[in-house]
């Protein structure tokens, strides 16, 4: 059975549900903006630091820190991807799917790069690499899907190659990049124009597919092939094609690092005072490559506003990840717990909301220009957007979770009984009799591909702890 999302988390990593969902309603807030227009000053936050760049930060520390971890605990590649595929595809679908259906063309959430130009899209959005390959994200928030799939590239290609424990290397190599090449390379230097981008995307989706394909074969060779092919192209497109200056991808990368850095030291998997060394140098470097490239590639989106959006916002998620991580043995209001739990819903339904309320009231007067109007807006916009992320959760969420852990228990199966033929007809052709064969384990129902309940296992203590995962 399911537990339910408000459940309190374990005193240990209630802390990261409590993260995440901080990080969820920030970002939502943020894009909002709505509030803030009453709010004395509050129009000049983000030259102070950028919430929406804050929100998105907490959230690359809270998956360096876990998503390794649940590749590892389990040792399955495959079952790693199947669990993704499974926990991350149907929402996104779903919301894309509602935004083009329920909203109208004027109000809608979707890029207009994606109705002009469907099928491409549809092509890169496979990928979930839309954003590194020239293609605007049919919802603005997808494009760190882009980067969190890179991540997993990249975690599941040093698992294979068994260089999965050099996390402090990875951090800081990318960090020290991010300093030195930051406003050397410039972005979108694959996809120049709309041809480009097109052979760029059918090249993603080939080895994209290829390499999964190779990955659930189950196969120890085609296994390391196609992930090692995973890695390789995500390495390529965030380093030559990224959305925006080349620090800014670099810096993400070093951030999800980091976070698996702090997971290994917690754990006493390395030196914690080599990966406090480590996380400084990151952090540093965070703080630094805005004003060093203030005046060098256009920034865009990503710092919105001045350097100090970026360095302030970084540094922001930093304090907080630490805040959590130095309370993670208390108990976290429950609201919070739940809040995490849903975050992934949150944070992919609250632009639909917004552009569907903007529609609403461009019917009956537009936005209330008194305080206590903007206020109940305010209201009135949490409200439906926890509904509708609860909704999501229960309906799509779960399911999502549940075909997943289901598909590779059957995986599992298949593979005993394949394995059962091939030693029988071993033993018939040699003339011995067939020897009894292990069936392998099950996956537990707590298992590592269910983001939502990982159990990451203590490489000091032995204890195992459960963590919702975004």
Known sequence: MVSRPAAAAAPRLGWLDALRGVAALTVAVYHLALPFYWVPHARHLPSYGDEGIFGVLLFFLVSGYIVPASLERRGDVRAFWIGRICRIYPLIIAVVLAGLVLLPRAHSTISDYTFAHPLLSAAAHLTLLQDLLGVSSAIN????????MVFYFLVSALFVLGWHRRSTLFALLFAVAALALGSVTAPRLLSTDQASTRGLVLAAVLVFLVALGCILTGSTVLVRAGAVALGLLGLVVVTTNGRNA?????????????????????????SRAWAAVSCAVVVLAGFLVGPLYAHGPALGRLLSGTWMGWSFAYVAAWAVFALGLALRH???????????????????????????????LAKHGGVPRTAPGRILLLVAFTAALLLLSQLAYRLLELPGQRLGRRLVRGVGRLDARLDARREAGRSARSGRPAAAGAALPSPREDSADDPDAVAAAGAADGDQERVRLR
């Open 141 to 148: 928030v997808l494009w760190t899907l882009s980067y969190e």
């Open 330 to 360: 208390r108990t976290f209001p429950r609201v919070l717990t739940w809040l995490g739990g849903i975050s992934f819903s949150v944070y992919l339904i609250h632009e639909p909301v917004i552009h569907g309320m903007n529609a609403l």
């Open 246 to 270: 080349l620090f800014g991808s670099l810096m993400i990368l070093a951030t999800m690092f980091s976070g698996t850095v702090v997971y290994r030291a917690q754990h006493r998997q390395i």
